[in-house]
């Protein structure tokens, strides 16, 4: 086994004695390629069954994660103990008795799943919602873009018609919702989410193959199944009583029927001054469904900052411990292993944990790092959302979150890709902490994908903690420049969230240590550093709530 930081040193031609043999500046202890090897094997092992939540290889993986916290040194994260408790409602639809019967202006019923896919709001054993039918544009109201689609219409009681992404950006206005990147008011649970403070009982996105970024099928494989949701806590508002989408040509047929035109409305949507148009058409929808209640467990744990006045701010290091446990079988493999969604993830949070904890309490940074993993991202986010809902400290002492989801299996690299890179100082700093180790920050490849939405650092966003997730970019080390992409489009087509995902004893394991060591040496730099990130003034996201997107 060697040090990655003697290989890495070598391999990209640093002066020696700059980073003190090892990419992370405070470190006493190296991160070494044996233990993250040892855990992502263990992790991602068919003894762990996929690491469902809420099943025995779940229990296994959050338990097996407590006991290597306590064992190196941590301090229990939450009210003495290294595991949060999330309760999870599992909401199981009756898809052959699901009702979407539309009346007035046009009377039919809707197909689920071939004109319409819905499913229930909460978790409830009798969804519905009753009231007519309202197109309301791109349902935005985004004050910083001094767009509202709603224009203080009331719109309670009734079932919202959404089209899906952002209001696009004009040849007058290029920057207009970031341009081709997505922002956070294109997202599916965006829309939902403003339905519901609009008081609506139901919504419908209309779908379409190119704004979506996925066919229907997609939508159809992802809703209609049993659907995982946090118990609402008090204080929101009243959830929709049916969520959903229906295809676009299911929606202008029914809008037809109304002497309605989605293309002509659709254009007038792309405009400040559109107003939600009435469809005289009424929506009564019925999903029976069964509710299941589930516990799974974040496990977390604290490395005390040595600075009095300052160890009650911390630093949050994330990577999701779930997979996807046992489902359909692939070339007679029915075990969806998840080594490196996230098994390689939670490999190189438990070695940063490790090494942090080894610092002698003298040495430690100023304030504290809390190492988190969470349970539920592939189920929504759930875990982390929980989380940030309920954090052990108030969210305005967490400073920052750094997550890994899909650590670095195939080599040292030069790049590395960051979600979150514009929306917040943590961009800038991260290239400037990575840039004298020879490295840079690699472009998001597809802004308009909008994968800054898709993984837990987006929890922390949405209650204003400035957040990234770090991962490898294309640039190896010793390849051709090619072959990164290629690496990337493999793990895409043949074993992202397929049973390939499995340990390989080719992977090569200096990438984890040296992403690790940079993680947490980032980490550890701002907690010593004499300010705290902050969101940009373009970003969705301000601590002080300033925005309509995030409450
Ligand atoms: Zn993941």
Same mark, same amino acid.
């Given at each position: 086994?060697?040090?990655?930081?003697?290989?890495?040193?070598?391999?990209?031609? /640093?002066?020696?004695?700059?980073?003190?043999?090892?990419?992370?500046?405070? #470190?006493?202890?190296?991160?070494?390629?044996?233990?993250?090897?040892?855990?992502?094997?263990?992790?991602?092992?068919?003894?762990?069954?996929?690491?469902?939540?809420?099943?025995?290889?779940?229990?296994?993986?959050?338990?097996?994660?407590?006991?290597?916290?306590? +064992? #190196?040194?941590?301090?229990?994260?939450?009210?003495?103990?290294?595991?949060?408790?999330?309760?999870? !409602?599992?909401?199981?639809?009756?898809?052959?008795?699901?009702?979407?019967?539309?009346?007035?202006?046009?009377?039919?019923?809707?197909?689920?799943?071939?004109?319409?896919?819905?499913?229930?709001?909460?978790?409830?054993?009798?969804?519905?919602?009753?009231?007519?039918?309202?197109?309301?544009?791109?349902?935005?109201?985004?004050?910083?873009?001094?767009?509202?689609?709603?224009?203080?219409?009331?719109?309670?009681?009734?079932?919202?018609?959404?089209?899906?992404?952002?209001?696009?950006?004009?040849?007058?206005?290029?920057?207009?919702?970031?341009?081709? #990147?997505?922002?956070?008011?294109?997202?599916?649970?965006?829309?939902?989410?403003?339905?519901?403070?609009?008081?609506?009982?139901?919504?419908?996105?209309?779908? *379409?193959?190119?704004?979506? +970024?996925?066919?229907?099928?997609?939508? &159809?494989?992802?809703?209609?199944?049993?659907?995982?949701?946090?118990?609402?806590? @008090?204080?929101?508002?009243? @959830?929709?009583?049916?969520?959903?989408?229906?295809?676009?040509?299911?929606?202008?047929?029914?809008?037809?029927?109304?002497?309605?035109?989605?293309?002509?409305?659709?254009?007038?949507?792309?405009?400040?001054?559109?107003?939600?148009? #009435?469809?005289?058409?009424?929506?009564?929808?019925?999903?029976?469904?069964?509710?299941?209640?589930?516990?799974?467990?974040?496990?977390?744990?604290?490395?005390? +900052?040595?600075?009095?006045?300052?160890? +009650?701010?911390?630093?949050?290091?994330?990577?999701?411990?779930?997979?996807?446990?046992?489902?359909?079988?692939?070339?007679?493999?029915?075990?969806?292993?998840?080594?490196?969604?996230?098994?390689?993830?939670?490999?190189?949070? /438990?070695?940063?944990?490790?090494? %942090?904890?080894? /610092?002698?309490?003298?040495?430690?940074?100023?304030?504290?790092?809390?190492?988190?993993?969470?349970?539920?991202?592939?189920?929504?986010?759930?875990?982390? $959302?929980?989380?940030?809902?309920?954090?052990?400290?108030?969210?305005?002492?967490?400073?920052?979150?750094?997550?890994? !989801?899909?650590?670095?299996?195939?080599?040292?690299?030069?790049?590395?890709?960051?979600?979150?890179?514009?929306?917040?100082?943590? =961009?800038?700093?991260?290239?400037?902490?990575?840039?004298?180790?020879?490295?840079?920050? %690699? @472009?998001? $490849?597809?802004?308009?994908?909008?994968?800054?939405?898709?993984?837990?650092?987006?929890?922390?966003?949405?209650?204003?903690?400035?957040?990234?997730?770090?991962?490898?970019?294309?640039?190896?080390?010793?390849?051709?420049?090619?072959?990164? &992409?290629?690496?990337? *489009?493999?793990?895409?087509?043949?074993?992202?969230?397929?049973?390939?995902?499995?340990?390989? @004893? *080719?992977?090569?394991?200096? =990438?984890?240590?040296?992403?690790?060591?940079?993680?947490?040496?980032?980490?550890?730099?701002?907690?010593?550093?004499?300010?705290?990130?902050?969101?940009?003034?373009?970003?969705?996201?301000?601590?002080?709530?300033?925005?309509? $997107?995030?409450?």
């Amino acid at each position: 086994m060697f040090r990655l930081s003697v290989r890495w040193s070598v391999a990209i031609g /640093l002066a020696g004695g700059v980073i003190s043999g090892s990419g992370t500046r405070l #470190a006493a202890q190296a991160i070494t390629t044996g233990e993250i090897d040892g855990d992502l094997r263990f992790l991602s092992s068919d003894l762990l069954e996929g690491r469902a939540p809420a099943t025995r290889g779940g229990q296994l993986a959050s338990a097996y994660i407590a006991s290597a916290l306590q +064992g #190196a040194g941590l301090a229990p994260g939450y009210k003495g103990s290294f595991l949060q408790p999330v309760s999870i !409602d599992v909401v199981s639809a009756d898809q052959s008795a699901i009702r979407v019967a539309v009346s007035g202006a046009a009377t039919s019923v809707l197909r689920d799943p071939d004109d319409v896919v819905v499913w229930s709001g909460s978790a409830t054993e009798t969804a519905t919602a009753h009231g007519e039918l309202v197109f309301v544009g791109y349902g935005v109201a985004a004050p910083e873009y001094h767009w509202d689609d709603f224009k203080g219409i009331d719109l309670t009681g009734k079932v919202l018609l959404i089209l899906v992404n952002d209001p696009p950006a004009t040849s007058a206005e290029p920057g207009l919702f970031d341009g081709p #990147a997505m922002t956070y008011y294109g997202r599916w649970t965006y829309k939902f989410e403003e339905a519901e403070r609009r008081g609506a009982v139901g919504a419908l996105i209309i779908h *379409d193959t190119d704004r979506a +970024g996925y066919p229907w099928h997609t939508v &159809v494989g992802s809703w209609a199944k049993a659907q995982r949701m946090l118990p609402r806590d @008090p204080g929101l508002p009243a @959830p929709l009583g049916v969520r959903g989408w229906i295809t676009d040509s299911a929606a202008t047929a029914l809008l037809a029927r109304a002497g309605l035109d989605l293309a002509a409305l659709r254009a007038r949507a792309a405009t400040r001054d559109f107003r939600p148009v #009435a469809t005289g058409i009424t929506v009564d929808a019925s999903i029976p469904s069964r509710v299941e209640h589930l516990t799974s467990d974040n496990v977390v744990g604290v490395v005390p +900052g040595r600075d009095p006045a300052l160890r +009650g701010q911390y630093v949050v290091f994330t990577a999701h411990w779930d997979h996807l446990g046992i489902g359909p079988a692939v070339n007679g493999d029915s075990i969806y292993n998840g080594a490196e969604d996230n098994a390689s993830g939670v490999a190189d949070g /438990l070695a940063m944990a490790r090494a %942090a904890a080894a /610092l002698p309490p003298a040495r430690r940074p100023r304030r504290s790092l809390l190492f988190l993993f969470v349970t539920a991202e592939e189920s929504g986010l759930l875990g982390s $959302a929980y989380f940030a809902g309920h954090p052990p400290v108030p969210a305005s002492a967490l400073i920052a979150d750094l997550n890994i !989801d899909g650590g670095n299996l195939l080599g040292v690299v030069r790049d590395l890709t960051v979600l979150g890179e514009h929306k917040s100082t943590l =961009g800038a700093s991260l290239a400037a902490y990575v840039a004298p180790r020879g490295l840079r920050l %690699a @472009p998001d $490849a597809h802004p308009e994908k909008g994968y800054f939405y898709r993984s837990d650092h987006f929890s922390f966003a949405r209650v204003g903690v400035p957040s990234v997730s770090i991962g490898p970019g294309t640039d190896y080390v010793g390849r051709d420049r090619t072959w990164g &992409v290629e690496q990337d *489009d493999a793990y895409t087509a043949h074993r992202y969230h397929q049973p390939s995902d499995e340990y390989r @004893p *080719d992977f090569d394991l200096r =990438g984890a240590v040296q992403l690790s060591e940079l993680v947490l040496g980032f980490g550890e730099s701002l907690a010593d550093a004499p300010t705290v990130p902050t969101w940009l003034p373009t970003a969705e996201f301000h601590r002080a709530g300033g925005t309509a $997107a995030v409450q």
